[in-house]
């Protein structure tokens, strides 16, 4: 969809700067040609920039019987009107025909692309690699339940050390894939990792900061799900989850902007954990059921899943450092 809109745009940008070299055209139909060019990959400027061209193209337009009302052209103006024609055949109007047969193409359009951790961390992970690696503006936002949530709860790339699912019935042994850093070394994407119910103001500013940036974006969101068999309130209290897994460390709310000024390109969003993380793996049933099946591994497992989740917070606190130059 994006290389097909891609496509159009710069075609009808080829044929904007071909109307803007026609000798004859208004200067004010000519001055909103170069507004819409100048702000061609600014999705917010370019809404009213198209608007505003899209005016002057009907303003500027001359209909058949417009130009038969001008004597010298009114011969020609029947002659088109026997072929049934609409408008005059000149360069500028003709252009200007063109593309205003294609005025729903002239606004930039938002580019986004929404998957779960099973496809993005997984099965579908060389395709959204694909995406990225082509440094082209589109959006992803990965849905991160840790869990095959919609095919019968397997475990995924994305599940997470001692979680119990389907092909790791005694548990997870392996940590979670980094996801959010293998799409930072390109050094090109903007990446975040955002939960809505820790800071939403953090979620908004994150999607904003990736629909402005002119390359390719990849948001990680954190997302419980059935799956998780939240103990207290179930999936009606997953908003106050994800505000339990940053506050303990559980999961880390980032931000990695390239175009961002020099010392700002990496902000840490999530505060020290605060404690508290065995409790919030127990209040989850894909965890606290290993200690009922296998107590002895669930200790050793979920120990080294909170030992994990601090060399994660102590990694990130030096990308913050390394980031300031």
């Known amino acids: 969809m994006y290389i097909g809109q891609n496509k159009i745009r710069q075609d ?5 700067r071909q109307l803007i070299a026609v000798e004859w055209a208004r200067p004010e139909l000519k001055a909103a040609a170069q507004a819409w060019l100048d702000t061609m990959e600014d999705g917010e400027a370019n809404a009213e ?10 303003d500027s337009i001359c209909t058949v019987e417009e130009l ?12 088109l ?17 063109d593309l205003l047969s294609k005025k729903e193409y002239l606004a930039k359009k938002s580019m986004w692309i929404f998957g779960g951790d099973g496809w993005a961390y997984d099965i579908g992970y060389g395709g959204l690699d694909h995406v990225i690696a082509s ?27 001692g979680q119990v699912a389907q092909f790791a019935a005694a548990g997870k042994e392996t940590k979670k894939k980094s996801l959010a850093e293998i799409a930072m070394q390109y050094g090109y994407v903007y990446v975040a990792q955002v939960a809505m119910g820790a800071n939403p103001a953090q979620t908004i500013k994150a999607i904003t900061e990736a629909e402005a940036y002119h390359g390719p974006s990849l948001i990680i969101g954190y997302s419980p799900c059935e799956m998780h068999s939240i103990k207290k309130g179930g999936m009606q209290n997953c908003q106050a989850e994800m505000k339990k897994a940053v506050e303990c460390g559980y999961w880390n709310l980032f931000r990695f902007n390239p175009e961002a000024a020099a010392g700002k390109k990496f902000s840490l969003d999530s505060k020290e954990p605060a404690g508290g993380y065995q409790e919030f793996l127990m209040n989850e049933a ?40």
């Open 135 to 161: 440094k082209q503006d589109v959006n992803i936002f990965v849905f991160d339940t840790e869990v095959y949530s919609n095919t019968g709860g397997q475990a995924s790339k994305a599940s997470n050390i």
């Open 49 to 58: 920039a198209a608007r505003a061209f899209v005016k002057a193209l009907e």
């Open 12 to 16: 009808l940008a080829e044929e904007t």
């Open 81 to 97: 009107k026997a072929k049934g024609a609409l408008f005059c055949d000149c360069a500028a109007c003709t252009i200007a025909a």
């Open 68 to 79: 038969a009302a001008v004597p010298q052209f009114a011969e020609h103006a029947a002659q």
């Open 286 to 325: 894909r965890y606290s059921r290993l200690t009922r099946e296998f107590p002895e591994r669930a200790t050793v497992l979920f120990a080294k899943n909170e030992e994990n989740a601090k060399e994660r917070y102590e990694h990130l606190l030096k990308l913050v450092e390394m980031y300031k130059d």
